[in-house]
C-alpha cells in the first residue's frame, strides 16, 4: 500500500463515490489516498469539476493520479481516502485538527492479518505526513457509535466522548445556507501528537 496526497477537489470526487453517509467536506488542509498494487485503475464519478481543475489536474498529479475527460487514473487500485482539517468543533488549542472525513472503498474487505492492518496504517501514515508540513498537538476524529473503531484505536487513537443528540439539537441547519447537520451519537476519538 502506498499513501498519496491529494488534490482537495480530488478527494471530494472520490468521496462522492464512496462514502457512505455524509457528503464530502467543505475544505481541507490535507488530503490522501491509500493505493495498492501498481496496475492503472479507472474511477468514473457523477459529478461536475470546476473548470479549471481537468487541465490544472492532469498537469499538476503525482505519477500515480492522472484526470482525463471525468475520469480519475490510478496507479493501483483506491483502498481509501481521508481528510484532515480544522475541527469542526471548538477547541482552546489551536493546534488541534480533525481527520475530517475517512472512508474505505466498498470493495475493500481485508480478509488476512496483514489486509486488517492496512486502515490502521494508513491513517497513521497520513498524520505522520501531516505533522511535517504543520504543527500538531492533538487529533480528532468521529465516527457513528454503531463502528467498532478498532483501526483508530491501532493507529494510536483512544475513545474520548460519546456525543448523544438530543431530540430537539437542530444542529447547524438553523442558519441560513447550511445543509442538514448528521445528528446521531457519535463516538469522539483522540489521539496525541507526540
Not at 6 to 27: D, E, Q, V, W
Request: glycine letters at 4%; a positive charge.
Amino acid at each position: 500500500m502506498k499513501v498519496v496526497p491529494i488534490k482537495f477537489s480530488l478527494a471530494k470526487a472520490i468521496y462522492g463515490i464512496y462514502h457512505r453517509t455524509n457528503n464530502p467536506p467543505h475544505g481541507h488542509k490535507k488530503s490522501y489516498v491509500a493505493l495498492q498494487g501498481d496496475d492503472w485503475e479507472f474511477l468514473c464519478y457523477e459529478f461536475e469539476l470546476e473548470d479549471s481543475a481537468p487541465d490544472e489536474w492532469y498537469e499538476d498529479q503525482n505519477d500515480d493520479i492522472r484526470i482525463r475527460d471525468e475520469i480519475i487514473y490510478t496507479r493501483g487500485c483506491v483502498l481509501g481516502v481521508l481528510t484532515i482539517g480544522r475541527p469542526v468543533a471548538r477547541f482552546k488549542d489551536k493546534l488541534t485538527h480533525e481527520i475530517t472525513r475517512i472512508c474505505f472503498a466498498p470493495y475493500f474487505k481485508p480478509k488476512s492479518n496483514a489486509e486488517r492492518k492496512l486502515p490502521s496504517k494508513f491513517v497513521r501514515e497520513c498524520i505522520k505526513d501531516f505533522k511535517e508540513e504543520y504543527p500538531v498537538s492533538d487529533i480528532v476524529t468521529y465516527i457513528h457509535d454503531t463502528q467498532s473503531g478498532k483501526y483508530l484505536e491501532y493507529a494510536g487513537f483512544k475513545k474520548d466522548k460519546h456525543i448523544v443528540y438530543s431530540e430537539k439539537n437542530k444542529g447547524w441547519s438553523t442558519r441560513p445556507n447550511r445543509a442538514t447537520s448528521d445528528l446521531t451519537s457519535k463516538f469522539r476519538f483522540v489521539k496525541k501528537a507526540a
